[in-house]
């Protein structure tokens, strides 16, 4: 076994999106102690390697690996076999917990989870961060078990990214990614074929319930997890975003600007700000305004411009990853040349938040900038606002970006490194 993909490129991103989640929410630092999980299965096999890969990305985490035999069946002892050979090629070391007593007869899937974790806590050292292999498609399955059998409103929530020391980083990734990423270095594992026995209820709804409307409903992952982190923050359970969104408000004369700096696909938050927002500029509004906020919160997603009528006197109007919300006239830019200027990445980063959280800049709505070297791609910028501006830009035949959808480009690896010399355009 080598650390050698056969395709380097889906591989790659999926470790950046692995370490964006771990380091974005605080999972583990570089030189935690990591107690890992593994059954010898397709995730948890998974998991250690993207764990050993990133060793190469600065980090030197000292790793053990844990194994649950619960000597319920003769396959078992080739699982632990298969967990020792790999831990010995992969020189960490393995401890193996043997869980007596259990019958697999009687309420089997409850009694063995209490078990793992009972051995779990058991053989952690003090400082180490115990590291299971659940993912997005083990959480829905969760949920929905959950809401079957149950009114808690936390149980809807689904499995916690973080419990006391217990981390999931694989949270970030459905079991389609997990799949393709072994599939692409060739991973060896072993199927528990417990898996296939629908007498177990997450099994029943696995392989019969999913599959009857996963193939119709082709988005039903991503939507629940847009819908039970908004759920989750909204009640304060997300261990992820404590209540915070990714998105921003910032509160001006007659307007009000919603924008995420970060440029997460994660709309939670939205609709609430919104509906600040709202509050904001006309207090003794009254009525429902769901649907418009609705509509507002697809519009950001599909990347369209507005404006979106909210009330009868405030529309909003829309760029990238931003929203303007105001009882103001439509935006009317005119431009005003600064003097360009060169900024390295970071730097535009740091001056592009200060700019965006200055309330007096709204008026100059929707923000961009043009580029005089760097090389990167032409975007074509629109809105259905403010098209004077867009035809002044296209008579003057320069590289022109959305503030944001800048920061997005430069982001990328091959364009990380370089300095722009850009300028900003502001309203008269």
């Given amino acids: 076994?080598?650390?050698?993909?056969?395709?380097?490129?889906?591989?790659?991103?999926?470790?950046?999106?692995?370490?964006?989640?771990?380091?974005?929410?605080?999972?583990?630092?570089?030189?935690?102690?990591?107690?890992?999980?593994?059954?010898?299965?397709?995730?948890?096999?998974?998991?250690l390697w993207v764990i050993k890969i990133i060793q190469s990305y600065g980090y030197s985490n000292e790793v053990r690996v844990v194994h649950i035999n619960h000597g319920t069946r003769s396959g078992q002892h080739d699982e632990e076999n298969f967990v020792l050979d790999l831990c010995r090629h992969l020189e960490i070391e393995c401890e193996v917990i043997a869980v007596q007593d259990l019958d697999p007869k009687s309420n089997f899937e409850y009694k063995?989870?209490?078990?793992?974790?009972?051995?779990?806590?058991?053989?952690?050292?003090?400082?180490?961060?115990?590291?299971?292999?659940?993912?997005?498609?083990?959480?829905?399955?969760?949920?929905?078990?959950?809401s079957l059998r149950s009114a808690s409103i936390e149980g809807l929530v689904g499995i916690p990214v973080k419990n006391r020391r217990v981390i999931r980083p694989f949270m970030c990734l459905t079991k389609e990614q997990v799949l393709k990423f072994s599939k692409y270095f060739d991973l060896p594992y072993i199927e528990d074929p417990t898996n296939e026995m629908i007498?177990?209820?997450?099994?029943?709804?696995?392989?019969?319930?999913?599959?009857?409307?996963?193939?119709?409903?082709?988005?039903?992952?991503?939507?629940y997890v847009y819908r039970h982190n908004e759920i989750a923050r909204r009640l304060g359970l997300h261990l992820l975003d404590k209540n915070k969104s990714s998105f921003n408000l910032v509160k001006g004369r007659g307007s009000v600007l919603i924008f995420s700096i970060d440029g997460m696909q994660d709309y939670?938050?939205?609709?609430?700000?919104?509906?600040?927002?709202?509050?904001?500029?006309?207090?003794?509004?009254r009525g429902s305004v769901s649907l418009q906020l609705?509509?507002?919160?697809?519009?950001?997603?599909?990347?369209?411009?507005?404006?979106?009528?909210l009330t009868n006197s405030i529309k909003a109007y829309l760029d990238y990853h931003c929203v303007l919300i105001t009882r103001?006239?439509?935006?009317?830019?005119?431009?005003?040349?600064?003097?360009?200027?060169?900024?390295?990445?970071?730097?535009?980063?740091?001056?592009?938040?200060?700019?965006?959280?200055?309330?007096?800049?709204?008026?100059?709505?929707?923000?961009?900038?043009?580029?005089?070297?760097?090389?990167?791609?032409?975007?074509?910028?629109?809105?259905?606002?403010?098209?004077?501006?867009?035809?002044?830009?296209?008579?003057?035949?320069?590289?022109?970006?959305?503030?944001?959808?800048?920061?997005?480009?430069w982001s990328k690896k091959r364009n990380r490194h370089k300095a722009l010399r850009i300028n900003l355009f502001l309203e008269l």
């Fill in 1 to 47: 076994m080598k650390f050698i993909s056969k395709n380097s490129k889906y591989t790659n991103r999926l470790i950046g999106h692995f370490l964006k989640f771990i380091q974005s929410f605080n999972l583990f630092d570089k030189e935690d102690e990591l107690l890992v999980a593994v059954s010898g299965g397709v995730d948890s096999v998974a998991l």
């Fill in 112 to 146: 063995a989870r209490l078990k793992r974790y009972e051995g779990f806590y058991e053989i952690a050292r003090p400082n180490e961060k115990i590291v299971l292999a659940h993912h997005i498609d083990d959480s829905f399955e969760w949920t929905m078990l959950q």
């Fill in 199 to 223: 007498k177990y209820e997450r099994n029943f709804i696995r392989q019969n319930v999913i599959p009857a409307f996963s193939d119709r409903y082709k988005k039903y992952l991503k939507h």
């Fill in 268 to 285: 939670s938050g939205l609709e609430e700000l919104a509906i600040q927002g709202l509050q904001y500029l006309n207090p003794d509004s």
């Fill in 294 to 309: 609705k509509k507002l919160s697809q519009a950001l997603k599909n990347h369209k411009y507005g404006p979106i009528v």
């Fill in 328 to 409: 103001n006239a439509a935006p009317k830019l005119r431009f005003k040349w600064n003097t360009p200027q060169v900024f390295s990445y970071d730097e535009y980063c740091n001056f592009l938040e200060e700019f965006l959280r200055n309330k007096m800049n709204q008026s100059s709505f929707p923000f961009f900038v043009t580029i005089y070297n760097g090389n990167l791609d032409k975007r074509n910028f629109k809105t259905s606002f403010n098209v004077q501006a867009v035809h002044e830009l296209q008579e003057m035949n320069v590289t022109y970006y959305s503030a944001l959808k800048l920061k997005r480009e």
